[in-house]
């Protein structure tokens, strides 16, 4: 993708080929802009380890930010945009969550179900460390919450990048669209936050003090806020982004979960698989009209 410095105003065929040569740079970089926008895994020249490289910087929520490629359509403010959103995102989804269980007179501690290790293995472990308890709340969090926040962080994603069309008027709509959302959203989470805050559940309240709405499963009282979920949250945050996340984007980077071969889940493999694809159909094409010209001379 080097451009021709040089051009000759009396050498007709020098400007011919700087025509050319800028023509398929435009073409390139217009193509790298359309796969990064898409969540590509695979850039054409890019080894294994580049392409991995490549992914996780471009795609991560935090790394994104200062290591994103410079052609890519999510720029640093459509970043922090994302982030703000999937961060209020996941906090309205864990209060809501907890919120529910209250409403429903549900134990949000209660176990659910309990994994317990056995055989020769368990002997090696201490006896407190055997058995697993997976609570209510924990298994709505892992399965509806997280699912909601990833369908979320693609959606806002998607919403800003426009990978399937290039129009600016698009583009510009996209990113007010998110930044609505996200105030939104933003808006939604303070009110959880707060109601989770205040939220006193019948066991937690002391005689004498009766619920301002009865019908209500928080109330609001004279007692001080309770925030101490907060750092349990960002616990949970740091874990998520820095330790499971890019767990997650190795494992759908490297092709495994759909062997490499089912959309959305086939990985770096499929795409290089359909790249040779293309490329071995644009040879045999340039094959044929060399021999289409042969045959006619």
Not at 101 to 111: A, I
Not at 133 to 140: C, E, K, S, V, Y
Not at 183 to 208: D, H, K
Request: proline fraction near 3%; glycine fraction near 8%.
């Amino acid at each position: 993708m080097n451009k021709t410095t040089t051009l000759s105003t009396t050498d007709d065929d020098s400007s011919i080929s700087m025509s050319i040569n800028e023509n398929d740079e435009i073409d390139n970089e217009e193509a790298i802009i359309k796969k990064l926008s898409l969540r590509a895994y695979h850039l054409p020249g890019n080894s294994f380890m580049r392409d991995w490289a490549m992914y996780v910087k471009n795609n991560h929520l935090v790394f994104g930010i200062c290591c994103h490629h410079r052609l890519h359509p999510v720029t640093l403010k459509h970043r922090l945009v994302i982030l703000l959103g999937s961060l209020a995102c996941g906090m309205s989804i864990t209060n809501v969550i907890y919120l529910w269980h209250v409403w429903q007179n549900m134990g949000y501690d209660d176990t659910a179900f309990s994994l317990t290790l056995g055989g020769d293995f368990s002997e090696r472990i201490p006896e407190n460390y055997q058995r697993v308890d997976i609570t209510h709340g924990m298994a709505m969090l892992w399965t509806f919450g997280s699912g909601a926040h990833s369908l979320f962080d693609l959606f806002l994603w998607h919403v800003i990048a426009c990978g399937c069309c290039r129009r600016k008027w698009f583009h510009s709509a996209g990113w007010y669209i998110a930044v609505s959302i996200t105030f939104v959203m933003v808006a939604l989470t303070s009110f959880f936050a707060l109601a989770r805050a205040y939220e006193t559940n019948n066991e937690q309240i002391p005689e004498g003090l009766e619920f301002s709405n009865p019908g209500s499963p928080f109330a609001f009282g004279d007692e001080e806020p309770d925030f101490k979920f907060l750092w349990g949250y960002l616990v949970e945050l740091v874990m998520s982004l820095f330790v499971y996340t890019p767990i997650v984007q190795s494992l759908l980077f490297s092709g495994v979960l759909g062997c490499g071969v089912v959309p959305f889940l086939g990985g770096r493999p499929r795409e290089v698989r359909k790249e040779n694809q293309q490329l071995a159909k644009q040879i045999n094409v340039v094959k044929s009209i060399n021999k289409s010209n042969l045959d006619s001379v």
